[in-house]
């Protein structure tokens, strides 16, 4: 008892004595006023204005007297540490959240990286649009009200021998929208092999359902045969839909129902096929089986739906393509407007959409993923000397974007040693402006260079130097 009485006694006069120092600390701190009249703050009022430094000198002292409180902060700052705490407050607080990334994952469709890089003629396209008004949905000829995606319907249909066009805001607002105004209330059969979830906790299936049709699952996740679909064919069902399985493969014992099969079948049915092709190529890739838009249009697809930032190379868009008849209801449907694409990235697909018509290699997603082996052996080469550590070796870099998943892209990286360890090099490239995203393998720091422009060479030089040095 007595010991206890002691102690507490005693922690009592220690919290005391620590009261006192606190309120030492307290007094000591200047007053914001005083030091917005410093040398040192002036320059920040001409630069960010009195009221903008004046909010951030009182949130780095709130900050400083709750260090004070909670013991975190036992000696009195310096005024002129205060003052660049609040300068670093402001410059940050400048910096915007979307923000460059150099992507030396070896992925050209990253979706956490934003996809396709725009080519220049795209990115012309949006400066001029988006700073005045434009013709988005007027019809210039004629001085009435115009359809917004009149500018790239010909472009579409030209491209891919599709009847009819539209572009929406994603890939996903595409499968909505079609399901939507082509099932709503019916049934649609669906290989149980293709209810792929995407990333990003993206699933067909809840899309489908979204959409106020009912799901019919057929077939085993490695076999789904025609009859399957012919057995599970009842007086409710309107479509059968066909979706690309993105970046999920079933291999070995398999088979699935091709889009020609799928055609016959829905014709004698009076019924629609449905192709969820996801990465929407327009052109064969040489050497790889991954179906065109034209080829699945050819095969009898009714309505083929993809993204427009994935192999197409272009911004975020969805593009439904296929039989008029079916598109006049989709662009009649009240969805429409919640999922309608803006005009800048109007401006940005119309632009890539010419490219492709006219000169393909200009697009940034085409010219990555058929670079020479030599010259991405030199550019890694070129990183290697600028960073002055490491060496180049040969890796294997994919399209990603759940498009030609089995496909590896040859190139090379820069193999770096992780002196800081793996998270602190990973973090100080992440957090840098711009951020440098890229692998690592058995502790080293593996820069993959095929996604890695000319230009961003120098700057990701500087970043890895400085991170693993
Ligand atoms: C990527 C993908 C989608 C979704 O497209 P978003 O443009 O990301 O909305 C849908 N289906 C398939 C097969 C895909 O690969």
């Given amino acids: 008892m007595v010991g206890r009485e002691y102690s507490s006694h005693f922690a009592v006069g220690i919290a005391a004595m620590l009261s006192q120092e606190r309120k030492g600390l307290y007094r000591s701190l200047p007053q914001v006023q005083r030091l917005l009249e410093t040398d040192r ?9 009195r009221p903008a430094v004046t909010d951030a000198l009182r949130s780095v002292m709130k900050d400083t ?10 000696s ?21 959240g979307l923000r460059r990334a150099i992507n030396a994952t070896g992925i050209v469709l990253h979706t956490n990286l934003g996809r396709a890089p725009l080519a220049e003629e795209a990115i012309a396209a949006v400066v001029d649009i988006a700073g005045g008004y434009c013709n988005l949905e007027f019809d210039v000829a004629s001085g009435t009200r115009g359809s917004r ?16 066009a539209m572009a929406v805001n994603n890939g996903a607002a595409a499968i909505l929208l079609a399901l939507s105004g082509l099932a709503a209330d019916a049934e649609v059969i669906v290989s149980r092999g293709e209810l792929v979830e995407i990333g990003g906790g993206f699933r067909v299936g809840d899309i489908i359902q979204q959409g ?42 398999t088979g699935h ?3 020609a099969e799928l055609s016959s079948l829905a014709r004698e049915r009076g019924l629609l096929v449905v192709a969820d092709l996801g990465s929407g190529l327009l052109r064969s890739v040489a050497g790889s089986a991954e179906p065109t838009i034209r080829q699945a249009l050819a095969e009898g697809a009714d309505i083929v739906t993809c993204s427009g930032d994935k192999l197409l190379g272009g911004p975020q868009a969805g593009l439904i393509l296929g039989q008029s008849a079916a598109i006049d209801i989709l662009r009649k449907h009240p969805l429409l407007r919640a999922l309608r694409l803006d005009k800048m990235s109007l401006a940005a697909l119309e632009a ?10 200009r697009i940034p997603v085409m010219r990555m993923m058929s670079q020479p082996e030599e010259l991405l052996r030199r550019r890694a080469q070129r990183l290697c000397e600028l960073v002055g550590d490491g060496f180049v070796e040969r890796s294997e870099a994919f399209a990603g974007g759940g498009s030609l998943p089995e496909e590896r892209i040859a190139s090379f990286s820069l193999s770096l040693p992780t002196p800081k360890g793996l998270e602190a090099t990973a973090g100080l490239l992440r957090g840098g402006s711009p951020a440098v995203v890229c692998r690592f393998k058995d502790g080293r720091l593996v820069a993959d260079i095929l996604a890695v422009s000319d230009e961003e060479i120098a700057d990701l030089a500087d970043r890895l130097r400085a991170a693993v040095t």
């Fill in 352 to 361: 890539t959409l010419m490219l492709h018509r006219d000169s393909p290699e």
């Fill in 149 to 164: 995606t009149q500018s790239i319907e010909p472009l579409l249909t030209g491209l891919t021998g599709a009847d009819s």
């Fill in 257 to 259: 129902t091709s889009i």
């Fill in 76 to 96: 009195a700052p310096a005024p002129h540490a205060l003052v660049d705490e609040a300068a670093a407050r402001l410059v940050k607080r400048r910096q915007r």
């Fill in 212 to 253: 106020g049709a009912r799901l019919v699952e057929v077939g085993a996740t490695n076999k789904t045969r025609l009859a399957d679909y012919v057995r599970a064919i009842g007086p409710a069902t309107r479509v059968l839909l066909k979706v690309h399985q993105s970046n999920f493969r079933t291999i070995g014992f």
């Fill in 65 to 74: 007297r709750d260090g004070i409180a909670e013991g975190a902060v036992s």
């Fill in 41 to 49: 703050a002036r320059p920040l009022c001409a630069e960010f204005g």
